[in-house]
T-cell receptor
Framework: GDSVTQMEGPVTLSEEAFLTINCTYT??????LFWYVQYPGEGLQLLLK?????DKGSNKGFEATYRKETTSFHLEKGSVQVSDSAVYFC????????????FGTGTSLTVIP | SQTIHQWPATLVQPVGSPLSLECTVE??????LYWYRQAAGRGLQLLFY??????ISSEVPQNLSASRPQDRQFILSSKKLLLSDSGFYLC?????????????FGDGTRLSIL
């Protein structure tokens, strides 16, 4: 079945460091891919998405490219800030009853000044 | 624009007591609706989803149940809470029939069982 594998955390970076959070997926057909961010005590917020191969999603300095050949959707940011400290979830959506979403286990990021 | 509301934000309940969490969506019709649970420091566990009024699919057998009495209302219930029901409960909605649209989440309910 469809699934998402996300790099284990926690990740701790200094401010202005480069961020990569790895995400790979398994899916039949052509899923859409998403990154969500969850700040402490809050729900998940959509960060970015890509709906077909080679699409690049971007938002707030974060980017991720839908790579069909490597079945990956890695999240990157060139210079992280303390305010980026949160848990990040990779997810995919495939067609079918109920538009099932499959989430990774989440990666906790802490950025220190 | 569409909005999703969940309440209460926090809840402390004794073991064996009943539960009712409510979620409503505004600004859209016939959404797909979802209930998730998130244990502390863990990922998301899909509990129930619904594609229409009265249509509920359960992903995990347990002492929880869900109902959808109205198009944009989704309720999570239990007759007798267990300690293991503690967690962060999230409601979400999505546009039906299309896979390239995201799920949109409420702010969650923090449930503590004593």
């Amino acid at each position: 079945g469809d699934s998402v594998t996300q790099m284990e955390g926690p990740v701790t970076l200094s401010e202005e460091a480069f961020l990569t959070i790895n995400c790979t997926y398994t899916a039949t057909g052509y899923p859409s891919l998403f990154w969500y961010v969850q700040y402490p005590g809050e729900g998940l917020q959509l960060l970015l998405k890509a709906t077909k191969a080679d699409d690049k999603g971007s938002n707030k300095g974060f980017e991720a490219t839908y790579r069909k050949e490597t079945t990956s959707f890695h999240l990157e940011k060139g210079s992280v800030q303390v305010s980026d400290s949160a848990v990040y979830f990779c997810a995919l959506s495939s067609k079918g009853t109920g538009n099932q979403f499959y989430f990774g286990t989440g990666t906790s990021l802490t950025v220190i000044p | 624009s569409q909005t999703i509301h969940q309440w209460p934000a926090t809840l402390v309940q004794p073991v064996g007591s009943p539960l009712s969490l409510e979620c409503t969506v505004e600004g859209t019709s016939n959404p797909n609706l979802y209930w998730y649970r998130q244990a502390a420091g863990r990922g998301l566990q899909l509990l129930f989803y619904s594609v229409g009024i009265g249509q509920i699919s359960s992903e995990v057998p347990q002492n929880l149940s869900a109902s959808r009495p109205q198009d944009r209302q989704f309720i999570l219930s239990s007759k007798k809470l267990l300690l293991s029901d503690s967690g962060f409960y999230l409601c979400a909605w999505s546009v039906p029939g299309v896979s390239n649209q995201p799920q949109h989440f409420g702010d969650g309910t923090r449930l503590s069982i004593l």
